[in-house]
Nanobody, 128 residues
Framework: QMQLVESGGGLVQPGGSLRLSCAASRYTLDSYAVGWFRQVPGKGHEWVSCISSSGDVLNYADSVKGRFTISRDNALNTGYLQMNSLKPEDTSIYLC?????????????????????WGQGTQVTVSS
């Protein structure tokens, strides 16, 4: 089974930046869409962003559009989420997920049930 490990979380002041990484092992990531989610108490996983296996399709939740950037480096078997202009409401545990590109190389799912593998998450806290 693929293993995903997130890193890069931490405590940052409002307006600051963090870069999250999602390192995959045991399988190559290039045939998978990569998604980022965050935990919302009582609501489960909130979709944040996704990138297709081709890397050509990128989607963002309205709440992070213009502030977050998703990317991937298949040579390093890693996905990334650059988070700028962070707000206190961005505070959460962020998880990455990988979904086999069953609907094509430009598939970029927002439904967490479409993903096959999940990391354990990394805490992001935005506070002054």
């Amino acid at each position: 089974q693929m293993q995903l490990v997130e890193s890069g979380g931490g405590l940052v002041q409002p307006g600051g930046s963090l870069r999250l990484s999602c390192a995959a092992s045991r399988y190559t990531l290039d045939s998978y869409a990569v998604g980022w989610f965050r935990q919302v108490p009582g609501k489960g996983h909130e979709w944040v962003s996704c990138i297709s296996s081709s890397g050509d399709v990128l989607n963002y939740a309205d709440s992070v559009k213009g502030r977050f950037t998703i990317s991937r480096d298949n040579a390093l078997n890693t996905g990334y989420l650059q988070m700028n202009s962070l707000k206190p409401e961005d505070t959460s545990i962020y998880l990455c997920a990988a979904g086999w590109h069953r609907n094509g190389m430009n598939w970029c799912p927002i439904n967490p049930n479409e993903y096959d593998y999940w990391g354990q998450g990394t805490q992001v806290t935005v506070s002054s």
